[in-house]
């Protein structure tokens, strides 16, 4: 199954690239966008996914020749701001940055006031970005083997550390922990900064951050990576094994970035959207921004990508109920 996931990714790369030279020049009267388009990011700046929205808000801008403004609205695992998006004139001006924890919150918050799959039009895949399993200096862990055998004979003892309940990064430890059968202590924060914070001062033990978020305390030598939960090694940190090296089967996880925008968006606004945002991640200066911090970019047609949302809400679904996360 994950072999079949990061094909379908790289295939839907090219498909949206060559897609789009066609289509270019039939939209360039278009009014859409008549005013300033929102990047509504349901996380804290600074964390994976405000940093892939404000690279991209900056080329995408030139594109429609109007601001694109990137707003933060954290909180519970993202489904705030994800509901201000689902609620939000479907005209294309309020667009949702949202991480694949967005396909989670419907297990994990039953009371929604949105319907994850109805309320939102998937746009495209922006980018996937490797989480890396970091952990400060004085833990003292030597390698993710020596970390899972001492979290092992002290059930209950240590403390991993997300960007919230439902977030990719609580996805990726609850995929971990899953497949090496690890009783840990989950301790959610606002966004993907803070809980770095308490894990390089050692208050939590371990976080599969984001690498364009760790990478600048990694090579400080605040942090220690120990692992990354991508399928593949990252070229940001090519010494750093995987978890499926490490001997973890079924511990990978793919912490990919999307455009969504709320349903009944009209199709030519939502084709409009995509073909510049696909424009934007192929020009140089995104690609020579992200690519250096571990960002792999992903566009993907639209329709593909909607058939990834929709499978990777029942697996994480099924993730949710094999660990016993209860809903709130």
Same mark, same amino acid.
């Given at each position: 199954?994950?072999?079949?996931?990061?094909? $379908?990714i790289?295939?839907?790369a090219?498909?949206a690239c060559?897609?789009?030279?066609?289509q270019?020049?039939s939209? =360039?009267?278009?009014?859409?966008?008549?005013?300033?388009?929102?990047?509504?990011v349901?996380?804290?700046a600074?964390?994976g996914t405000d940093?892939?929205a404000?690279?991209?808000?900056?080329?995408l801008?030139?594109?429609f020749?109007?601001?694109?403004v990137?707003?933060?609205?954290?909180?519970?695992?993202?489904t +705030?701001?994800?509901?201000?998006?689902?609620?939000?004139? =479907?005209?294309?001006? $309020?667009?949702?940055?949202?991480?694949?924890g967005h396909?989670?919150?419907a297990?994990?918050? &039953?009371g929604?006031r949105?319907?994850?799959?109805?309320?939102f039009?998937p746009?495209? @895949?922006?980018?996937?970005l490797p989480?890396?399993?970091?952990?400060?200096?004085?833990?003292? #862990?030597?390698?993710?083997q020596?970390l899972?055998?001492k979290?092992?004979?002290a059930?209950?003892k240590?403390?991993?550390?997300?960007?919230?309940?439902?977030?990719?990064?609580h @996805?990726?430890?609850?995929?971990f922990r899953? =497949?090496?059968?690890?009783?840990?202590?989950?301790?959610p #924060?606002?966004?993907? &900064?803070?809980?770095?914070?308490e894990?390089?001062?050692?208050?939590?033990?371990?976080?599969?951050? &984001?690498?364009?978020?760790a990478l600048?305390?990694i090579?400080?030598?605040?942090?220690v990576?120990?692992?990354?939960?991508?399928?593949?090694r990252?070229?940001?940190?090519p010494?750093? &094994?995987?978890?499926?090296?490490?001997g973890?089967?079924?511990?990978?996880? $793919?912490?990919?970035?999307?455009?969504?925008v709320?349903?009944r968006?009209?199709?030519?606004v939502?084709?409009?959207?995509?073909?510049?945002?696909?424009?934007?991640l192929?020009?140089?200066a995104v690609r020579?921004?992200?690519?250096?911090?571990?960002?792999?970019?992903?566009?993907?047609?639209q329709?593909? #990508?909607?058939t990834?949302?929709?499978?990777?809400a029942a697996?994480i679904?099924? +993730?949710?109920k094999?660990?016993? +996360?209860?809903?709130?």
């Amino acid at each position: 199954m994950q072999r079949n996931r990061r094909q $379908t990714i790289a295939l839907a790369a090219a498909a949206a690239c060559a897609w789009l030279a066609p289509q270019a020049q039939s939209w =360039a009267q278009d009014e859409y966008p008549k005013q300033a388009v929102k990047f509504l990011v349901p996380f804290t700046a600074g964390s994976g996914t405000d940093v892939i929205a404000r690279v991209l808000s900056e080329q995408l801008a030139k594109g429609f020749r109007q601001p694109v403004v990137v707003e933060n609205k954290p909180g519970a695992g993202g489904t +705030l701001g994800a509901a201000l998006v689902a609620g939000a004139s =479907a005209d294309g001006h $309020t667009v949702l940055i949202h991480s694949a924890g967005h396909v989670a919150n419907a297990a994990l918050y &039953p009371g929604l006031r949105y319907d994850t799959l109805k309320d939102f039009t998937p746009v495209t @895949m922006l980018a996937t970005l490797p989480n890396v399993l970091v952990t400060a200096p004085g833990k003292d #862990f030597r390698s993710v083997q020596d970390l899972v055998q001492k979290a092992k004979a002290a059930p209950g003892k240590y403390a991993y550390g997300s960007a919230g309940r439902g977030s990719a990064t609580h @996805m990726n430890a609850e995929k971990f922990r899953a =497949a090496v059968g690890l009783d840990a202590l989950h301790v959610p #924060f606002k966004g993907t &900064p803070e809980a770095l914070t308490e894990v390089a001062a050692g208050r939590v033990d371990w976080f599969f951050a &984001p690498l364009v978020s760790a990478l600048p305390l990694i090579k400080s030598g605040r942090l220690v990576a120990l692992a990354v939960g991508t399928p593949r090694r990252s070229g940001a940190l090519p010494d750093v &094994p995987t978890t499926l090296e490490a001997g973890f089967a079924g511990s990978d996880y $793919t912490f990919w970035v999307g455009m969504f925008v709320p349903a009944r968006t009209p199709a030519e606004v939502v084709r409009r959207l995509h073909a510049e945002t696909t424009r934007a991640l192929a020009s140089a200066a995104v690609r020579e921004r992200l690519e250096p911090l571990g960002a792999e970019l992903a566009p993907m047609p639209q329709e593909q #990508f909607g058939t990834l949302v929709r499978s990777e809400a029942a697996s994480i679904a099924a +993730l949710i109920k094999q660990v016993g +996360l209860k809903g709130e």
